[in-house]
């Protein structure tokens, strides 16, 4: 009968161990197999970026964005690690794991023991996983709580040895109901450990050598006892023991002397409502740092892989933005040293973000800027064209002026040379008021500006002073009705207005004949000021209409009348004024309604941005 109850006691055992080690081992695959793919992805990540690493590194831009990366995922790794930590989740599972085994053993233990009366046992193994109250009576004792069982060491050896034989090297250890050491599954295998000097309380607790070890106990060492060997000393010394012999269970997580943390718990051995012993369970030392290294080195992997991707994000995202400002770069300085190779910038047509933006803005500037140098080149030669025609006239009237054979050849020639000369300071002055231009349109303020007012004003003067000799009269500014006033205000500058309409008023009284109108309208259109200034002269040829805003074009008659008088500047200089306002001016001919296909006169159109416009659209275009 007992061979028979051992056997029975042989296989509970082996399928309970083999069930808490598949459990062990599962948890251990499950964490091996994501710490081999965070391998195998790290390692390809970094063999595809080390071709592009090895260029860009040495881009501020990059090392910016990588830097403002990687400390993110710094900040991350230490929460995780803090958590970790705090938590200690790992601890707690292995702490209940080691519970229900020492629930399991010391049930077995209990079953194993006999009466001190008899060398009978008295164990059913079927019913080992029941309660106490179930399991307890027994029928052929009528006072049962009066029978003594012992615990047998060669039992308990195999008992132990069969059920924590795979779990790992813990050390299973059973004290008597008094302390006394019956068993102790180290000794089987290992010398007796010397015992633990013991230290008051309040010494230096032992040194951890492991860093993360460390940082567990910066957050909870403190509240972790220290777990002394006492060898065959009386096991009332562990305070688990003395739970265990008063009836209770309670895992204890410890710290040995070499610096590792080790987890204990004590079972107690009861039989019929008393308790025959203890169970004391220890997992091995560095076992429970073992597990949390094998946590931290699976977060270290996907730390590295996160750091992986963190450089190859920022990898492309500095070469889509540093690569193209340094071809920018790069470029800028050969355009300083050639202007004429502007056109060799850089262009990216395909982005539409800011460095596309940049991109664009920056070739509209250099290209400005040529088209300014080239402007300049083909003013300075045109005045020096200009001004040589006055001067050669003077120069050749003066001459003749000595061999003039009387006085009135001598007052043709003196009549000559003042009109050249006026038309030389004529062309001076204009040349400087184009001169300035640019400046004042720069540096002075733009302020709000009345069109329909100004027009009016202008045209008054005007009137006043053209109408003296009889010759023209301007009519009134004819203004739509419709609308508030502020809908006639621009923001600009008045005084370059003023002489936009001072130019084109002259510029149609010269073409008007005698007692010929001119007229003026002024109105709002779809957010802009248009002012149209209608003549009733010969018109414009249709191929000109374009060529009459060039510098020192003219088309007057050669006159006497006119001679002197015009630089052939003015439309240019009103065009330039225009198109610094952000507005346009364009020339057409007037059609007589009664005649179709007769031309009765010229009209210029002017339209400008009223104030609704960001005044910023003012030095966009005068950019261009």
């Known amino acids: 009968m007992v061979a028979e109850t051992e056997q029975r006691w042989r296989e509970r055992g082996t399928a309970l161990t083999g069930g808490l080690a598949t459990a062990a081992r599962r948890g251990n695959a499950h964490a091996s197999r994501y710490l081999g793919f965070a391998r195998r992805v790290t390692r390809g990540a970094w063999r595809r970026s080390h071709a592009a690493l090895s260029g860009q590194w040495y881009s501020r831009i990059a090392w910016r964005i990588f830097g403002a990366n990687v400390v993110a995922l710094v900040l991350l790794l230490f929460g995780t690690i803090y958590l970790m930590t705090h938590q200690a989740f790992l601890i707690d599972a292995k702490q209940e794991s080691l519970k229900v085994q020492s629930q399991i053993v010391a049930e077995f233990i209990a079953a194993s023991t006999i009466s001190s009366d008899t060398s009978i046992v008295v164990s059913d193994p079927d019913r080992l996983l029941d309660n106490e109250s179930q399991s307890a009576p027994v029928p052929r004792f009528q006072d049962f709580a009066s029978v003594e069982f012992a615990i047998r060491p060669e039992r308990v050896a195999y008992i132990v040895q069969n059920l924590t034989a795979s779990s790992g090297g813990v050390r299973s250890r059973v004290y008597g109901p008094k302390g006394t050491l019956i068993f102790d599954s180290q000794g089987f295998t290992k010398p007796d450990p010397e015992p633990t000097p013991k230290t008051e309380e ?264 053209n109408g003296q000799g009889g010759d023209v009269r301007l009519v009134r500014v004819e203004t739509a009705e419709i609308g508030p006033k502020e809908s006639y205000i621009i923001n600009g500058h008045e005084s370059r207005l003023g002489q936009v309409l001072n130019n084109l008023f002259d510029n149609a009284r010269s073409y008007s004949p005698p007692e010929a109108n001119v007229t003026v309208r002024v109105r709002h259109v779809e957010g802009e000021v248009e002012i149209v200034i209608e003549d009733e002269g010969p018109g414009i040829p249709e191929d000109k209409l374009e060529a009459v805003f060039d510098r020192f074009y003219t088309d007057r008659p050669a006159t006497e009348a006119q001679s002197g008088k015009n630089s052939g500047l003015g439309l240019s200089i009103t065009r330039e004024i225009v198109n610094a306002h952000g507005g346009r001016i364009w020339a057409e001919n007037c059609n007589d309604p009664q005649q179709p296909g007769r031309q009765c006169g010229a009209r210029f159109v002017i339209r400008l941005p009223a104030r609704s416009i960001p005044r910023s659209a003012l030095t966009g275009v005068r950019a261009k």
């Open 202 to 465: 309040g010494d230096v607790l032992p040194r951890v050598t492991d860093l993360w070890t460390w940082l567990y106990g910066w957050r909870a060492r403190t509240n972790v006892p220290v777990y002394r060997e006492i060898g065959t000393a009386n096991g009332t010394a562990y305070q688990e023991v003395r739970e265990a012999l008063a009836g209770e269970t309670k895992p204890l997580l410890l710290i040995n002397a070499r610096g590792h943390y080790v987890v204990s718990v004590a079972a107690p051995v009861k039989r019929g409502g008393k308790v025959l012993g203890a169970l004391l369970l220890t997992t091995p030392s560095g076992d429970i740092d073992a597990l949390m290294r094998n946590e931290r080195q699976i977060i270290t992997w996907f730390f590295l892989f996160a750091i992986g991707a963190a450089a190859i994000s920022s990898l492309l995202l500095a070469r889509g933005i540093s690569a193209p400002m340094r071809k920018l770069a790069n470029a800028a300085t050969l355009v300083k040293s050639d202007i004429k190779k502007w056109n060799e910038l850089p262009d990216f047509p395909n982005r539409k973000d800011e460095i596309g933006m940049v991109s664009k803005a920056f070739r509209g500037m250099t290209e400005s800027l040529y088209r300014r140098v080239a402007q300049s080149e083909k003013f300075a030669a045109d005045v020096s064209h200009e001004l040589k025609n006055p001067i050669t006239a003077v120069r050749s009237a003066s001459e003749s002026l000595v061999y003039a054979p009387n006085a009135e050849i001598r007052g043709e020639l003196i009549e000559c040379i003042q009109r050249d000369l006026k038309r030389l300071d004529k062309l001076i002055t204009d040349i400087a008021s184009l001169s300035r231009l640019d400046a004042d349109l720069t540096l002075h303020e733009a302020s709000p500006v009345d069109m329909r007012a100004l027009a009016q004003g202008i045209a008054c003067v005007f009137n006043d002073i």
